[in-house]
């Protein structure tokens, strides 16, 4: 399939609307016969940020197959470059989208991602929407960084669960440097959701809409977890306000 993308801070970024994103996916999933290995990354400005100061992010979002607009300012940067109609799209509306045209196609679903509890949780409440989706399996990794062996454990689960869709919710940028490795050895479309467990598990707050259409989602994250978020969100955000002059300038094509 083509790919239209803009640019953004060095990324490129796919210009889809919802209908052509779930379609893509599900297509991939679908696919009877030979099925191939696919990823996709949801893209905020902490993802940009990142891929523009490590190697190994930037490489990982270039090896995907679709990248969408997470977060209010990328797809905000996309409309003024070019795709005027671009809608956010984000890890948690993704997710429970998918699951459930998962349940409608039968599609097994594998989670990686979270803690033990918060597993728990997500596959109560996704029981609970989604009564016919197919649960595949699911792994809470230890946190740290995984190793050779810990990747071989995950494939095996993943493998032989039989699932088609694997969403990954590591956190960023774990999640995108998993899935990168997998790539290629897992005949399965692997999704990075971000907090999208804890969102639908119920384990962590999401912003109000208001918040969320004002692009303010980050600003309601830190409130929440000021500790955790404090460091990140004072170095990405200052690094995107000082890119964003550039960026603009350029106007970036299609």
């Known amino acids: 399939m083509s790919r239209l993308t803009a640019i953004l801070l060095g990324t490129r970024i796919d210009a889809l609307s919802w209908e052509q994103v779930l379609s893509r996916i599900l297509s991939w999933a679908s696919a009877s016969g030979m099925r191939s290995s696919r990823t996709v990354c949801v893209c905020n400005v902490h993802s940009l940020v990142m891929a523009r100061r490590d190697t190994r992010m930037a490489k990982a979002l270039a090896s995907a197959d679709l990248c969408t607009p997470d977060g209010a300012p990328v797809a905000w940067l996309m409309r003024r470059s070019g795709w005027p109609e671009q809608q956010r799209i984000s890890g948690p509306e993704l997710m429970w989208l998918l699951m459930r045209e998962a349940e409608r196609l ?149």
């Open 106 to 254: 039968a599609l097994p679903v594998f989670l990686l991602g979270g803690t033990v509890t918060t597993l728990e949780k997500l596959r109560a409440r996704l029981r609970l929407s989604f009564p016919g989706l197919r649960l595949a399996g699911q792994c809470s990794p230890a946190f740290r960084d995984m190793s050779p062996e810990d990747d071989r454990h995950i494939r095996r689960l993943i493998q032989t669960s039989g699932a088609r869709l694997v969403l990954v919710g590591l956190g960023c940028p774990k999640q995108e440097l998993w899935m990168m490795r997998q790539r290629g050895q897992l005949s399965v479309v692997m999704i990075g959701v971000g907090a999208a467990f804890d969102y639908h598990a119920g384990t962590l707050k999401r912003a109000p809409l208001a918040w969320q259409h004002a692009g303010l989602e980050w600003l309601y994250r830190l409130a929440m977890e000021p500790v955790r978020l404090f460091g990140r969100y004072l170095i990405t955000n200052t690094l995107f306000l000082c890119w964003l002059p550039a960026q603009l300038w350029k106007r970036t094509g299609h």
